[in-house]
């Protein structure tokens, strides 16, 4: 018989043996990992038990640690791709910015709580004009699971509305639906298209409306000026023409 396939929470928990000294929780999640024999018991001189991971376990971390770093390669693809994109329609455009954003307070909305945003891409229209900076949102979500634990969190979805005139999800394809999207935010799902035989470049994207944003009128305020005044736009796409500039 084949393996079982690790979930989520059982490799978190090898991580977790690995980067500590074993000690053991006791727990019914620790008997699954021995029972499958991704741990083993040890016994110092002393009579103290200590977890460690088997060659199976340290195998099934190694699995795990490749499919995360897939999926955070596939991200920043689809971050830097909805960046170029956004360039090219006319905006200057910031990358895993830092931002703090304002909320009423839950219990006593005339009271302001900052809650901590990153949104993966947010961009301003190039213009001279404060009235027309238009900036928005746009969050990327690449893994179902990743998006569903964002959407329980509601402060972090406020956060970027105060942020952006629009507010955007930008969904790998196939992994949620519009209706599953709160009504404030935009859709767009990035259709992934294959790599070219023997290239190194990332593959494409092709991207399709889902439903559009809602837009609302907004200037940043004072510490988003002082927040992108303090970190560097991204460079301005190259051409075609360009692209090829210094190949053989």
């Not at 900036?135 to 690449?142: C, D, L, M, N």
């Not at 940043?220 to 000026?225: G, K, S, V, Y």
Request: with cysteine; glycine share 6%; aromatic share 6%.
């Amino acid at each position: 018989m084949s393996p079982p396939r690790p979930t989520v929470i059982q490799v978190r928990r090898l991580r977790q043996l690995w980067r500590s000294a074993g000690w053991p929780c006791q727990d019914m999640l620790e008997v699954e990992l021995l029972a499958l024999g991704w741990l083993e018991r040890q016994q110092d001189a002393h009579g103290r038990e200590t977890l460690r991971l088997t060659a199976p376990g340290i195998e099934v971390l190694h699995i795990g640690l490749q499919k995360n770093r897939a999926a955070r390669d596939r991200h920043e693809d689809l971050v830097a791709r909805m960046a170029t994109e956004l360039q090219r329609a006319g905006r200057i455009v910031w990358r895993g910015l830092s931002l703090r954003a304002g909320l009423p307070h839950e219990d006593d909305p005339e009271r302001m709580r900052w809650v901590n945003a990153m949104p993966d891409v947010y961009s301003v229209r190039n213009t001279t004009v404060e009235d027309y900076l238009e900036p928005a949102v746009h969050e990327i979500k690449v893994s179902r699971s990743d998006l569903l634990s964002e959407l329980r969190r509601p402060a972090k979805a406020q956060a970027y509305l105060a942020l952006g005139g629009q507010c955007w999800y930008v969904l790998r394809a196939g992994i949620a639906t519009v209706e599953e999207i709160p009504p404030a935010f935009g859709v767009l799902f990035a259709h992934e298209l294959p790599r070219a035989t023997g290239s190194d470049h990332a593959a494409g994207f092709r991207f399709e409306l889902g439903r559009p944003a809602p837009r609302r009128a907004m200037k940043p305020d004072f510490n988003t000026w002082m927040t992108l005044a303090k970190a560097a736009p991204e460079s301005p796409p190259l051409d075609d023409a360009q692209d090829l500039l210094g190949e053989d």
